[in-house]
């Protein structure tokens, strides 16, 4: 695999701060792998609740959720390495908000749809 640009830049960070680095890129690739699993979960086995068009739409957002999280992921891992190789402040990420925002409002349909249509 060829080097990208950037690593040419600044400083070897510390190794431990790399290696964290790496650990919280793969806590969001698995935080995005749960969110698609409960997208797939919704669809396949909510026969209970809600009407199915209601579940099909939570279950895309979910995927999408998922899919917009990964590549989140990426982009964080990528800029916090930069930001290390350079002595700079780590950067904010969106990723915190959008996952409680979508999350709550996938939650809050949800608690709607069963306490509605629940049997």
Do not use: C, Q
Request: glycine share 6%; hydrophobic share 55%; charged share 20%.
């Amino acid at each position: 695999m060829r080097e990208p640009k950037w690593r040419e830049t600044g400083e070897d960070p510390d190794y431990r701060f790399s290696l964290a680095n790496e650990r919280t890129f793969l806590a969001w690739i698995r935080t995005a792998l749960a969110i698609l699993a409960g997208g797939v979960l919704l669809e396949e086995f909510s026969n209970k609740i809600g009407p199915h068009w209601i579940i099909v739409i939570l279950a895309v957002v979910l995927g999408a959720l998922s899919a917009v999280l990964a590549v989140i992921a990426y982009l964080r891992w990528r800029a916090n390495e930069i930001a290390m190789r350079n002595g700079k402040r780590l950067p904010l990420t969106i990723a915190v908000p959008l996952i409680a925002a979508v999350v709550l409002a996938v939650g809050a349909v949800i608690t709607i749809l069963i306490a509605v249509y629940g049997r």
